[in-house]
């Protein structure tokens, strides 16, 4: 189940042009699995380093909206089901 919080964090940027409900989930898995730890603090650094770029390819890229919006679904779902 860790990896899918890794996973989940590293691919909150592509969520926010992605599908921007997945947001809140994904905020609250980082804020409670991750910034807990060094790694998971140095994991999110990471991701706020390269996120922004990546999100601004799929930003610009409906198909890769689409395939985004379609990984994410059951990563956040789990995640919610993991949060609640």
């Known amino acids: 189940m860790r990896a899918l919080f890794w996973i989940s964090a590293g ?5 926010q042009v992605g599908y921007g409900v997945f947001l809140a989930v994904l905020r609250r898995l980082r804020d409670r699995y991750l910034m807990g730890h060094a790694p998971g603090r140095a994991l999110v650094a ?3 380093a390269i996120g922004p770029h990546i999100a ?3 930003a610009r890229n ?3 909206r689409s395939l985004v919006r379609s990984a994410l ?3 956040v ?5 993991a949060l609640d």
């Open 73 to 75: 679904a059951p990563l």
């Open 46 to 48: 990471g991701y706020y």
């Open 11 to 15: 691919l909150l940027a592509w969520a």
């Open 62 to 64: 409906a198909s890769l």
């Open 56 to 58: 601004a390819l799929v």
């Open 77 to 81: 779902a789990a995640a919610q089901l």
